[in-house]
């Protein structure tokens, strides 16, 4: 017998195996990672409810608490309550602790203990591993997990060194870790929290906007954890983009169009306007916009007010807050290579053709269907939060609530400054849609309504219907 078919053989044995498993423990995948987001984020609320947690002892309700939890664990960065000003070197760290879990992933957390303690990782868990950083092949996942894990405790070290140094001469040694080691972590996972306010504002990191070293180190971050950890190990791998697979290939080049896209445009719009660019010098203006042009797909942080962008400029930022990073990366948003797909399948159908094929490789028709759902149901979810919230807080204007919610839905963490004055019921609302946004909306609908996997037995006839 042949290689490949011992290979079916193995494929096959293995794929029986996967049912059994799954049909004797009721193995769902998908509600495990509901329900171990919901865990991390109900005890992150609960430490920092503690009165340790707080400068002022009591001063945080239980709702604040719990918004700040659920931004952190889903890597959103929208606050209710001023970061540094509010939480205690205790509360400090829960965030920033929630925010690396959430970044990587529980599963993947999880995984670090597998290794210290020098235990096998099962075939269910192997699984779960799988399905919560989206890969698609189990193959080599305890080895992906290893490189991802080193890969960004490197990255995320490197990074804070490069901004203690900008630190540590405003803060001096300790502190200045302490914050290099904060802002690495949240670039890096694309989380978007911050330690600057002190004052009681929400300044993000608009005082080192002149400062080309720093603003350097969090754009390449923030890059590195929105790219993806596939697209890290195949490059790895494969060092040439003629040998890379379709998905690193489509995620490089829409990042890059993404990114000198945005640059130019934001530039051009912003020039003339004097609040946020327009008094800069050109390097510094330059510089700004680069930087307004990477972080909005996902980490929050921002050099200048986005409440003073021009029109159209918000409506660019949303955009990109929308088609976010990459699958399986730290970054949220419906993902750049949906978008692409879907992009590419318009223009496709434009030219005539029934197929969508991609640098030679032909996207099944499955995954265009599967792309636009996950579409329509996250701007379904963007308009339900806005209304919700409109009509609690009809003194809201509408279109900084649906900034706002763009921005919890698809995890970016940018802000016009709305969200410190939602009242409690409108708390809970863009809670609910942070978490929907960070597990991800296919994921919580398997969650709720997927009882088995049901193979369809009848093939209806197809019947064409006027479009």
């Known amino acids: 017998m042949g290689l490949g078919g011992k290979t079916k053989i193995i494929d096959r044995i293995v794929a029986k195996r996967r049912r059994s498993v799954t049909q004797r423990s009721n193995f769902n995948p998908a509600r495990i990672m509901v329900a171990g987001f919901l865990a991390i984020i109900l005890v992150g609320a609960a430490l920092l409810k503690l009165p340790i947690s707080s400068r002022d002892s ?18 959103t960065g929208l606050v209710v309550v001023n970061t540094g000003a509010t939480w205690s070197i205790f509360g400090k760290v829960v965030i920033l602790c929630m925010i690396q879990i959430g970044g990587l992933g529980f599963m993947a957390i999880t995984t670090i203990f ?31 997990v290893r490189h991802v894990l080193f890969g960004t405790f490197f990255f995320e070290g490197v990074g804070a060194v490069i901004l203690w140094s900008r630190f540590y001469p405003q803060y001096g040694l300790l502190k200045g ?18 330690l600057f306010g002190e004052a009681g504002q929400f300044p993000s990191l608009r005082g080192y906007s002149g400062d080309a070293v720093f603003t350097i180190t969090v754009m390449l971050l923030v890059l590195l954890g929105g790219i993806g950890f596939f697209v890290w190990e195949d490059i790895w791998r494969n060092r040439s983009f003629r040998k890379l697979h379709l998905h690193s290939k489509l995620v490089l080049t829409t990042t890059l169009f993404l990114v000198v896209f945005g640059w130019v445009f934001l530039y051009i719009a912003e020039r003339s306007n004097p609040m946020t660019i327009g008094d800069m010098p050109f390097h510094e203006a330059a510089l700004a916009s680069l930087f307004q042009a990477v972080t909005p797909r996902s ?38 290579v949906t978008a692409a797909i879907l992009l590419l399948s318009a223009l496709s159908s434009l030219r005539g053709k029934k197929r969508l094929t991609v640098f030679r490789r032909t996207i099944p028709e499955a995954q265009i269907i599967s792309a636009l759902s996950i579409l329509i149901m996250s701007l379904a979810a963007c308009f339900a939060g806005t ?16 900034f706002e919610m763009v921005s919890a839905v698809y995890t970016c963490g940018l802000s016009r400054g709305v969200t410190p004055h939602f009242v409690p019921v409108s708390m809970l609302i863009v809670t609910v849609f942070m978490f929907i946004g960070r597990v991800g909306i296919m994921t919580v609908g398997m969650a709720a309504f997927l009882r088995r996997n049901r193979i369809e037995k009848t093939k209806r006839p197809d019947t064409w219907v006027m479009m």
């Not at 709702?63 to 952190?72: Q, V, W």
């Open 387 to 402: 209304a919700a919230v409109a009509l609690i807080q009809p003194e809201l204007h509408v279109s900084s609530i649906v």
């Open 299 to 336: 980490s929050g942080f921002s050099l200048v007010d986005q409440s003073a962008l021009t029109g159209i400029s918000k409506i660019v930022v949303m955009i990109y807050m929308l088609i976010g990073g990459s699958a399986g990366s730290t970054a949220g948003g419906v993902k750049n």
């Open 114 to 144: 597998f290794f210290v303690m020098n235990r096998k990782i099962n075939l269910s868990q192997r699984l779960l591993i799988v399905s919560s950083m989206n890969l698609h092949d189990r193959q080599g996942i305890v080895g992906l």
């Open 58 to 75: 009591g001063s945080v309700s239980f709702m604040e608490a719990l918004f700040t939890a659920t931004s952190a664990t889903c890597v």
């Open 177 to 194: 870790l302490g914050m290099g080691v904060f802002h690495s972590i949240s670039a890096f996972c694309n989380a978007g929290f911050d």
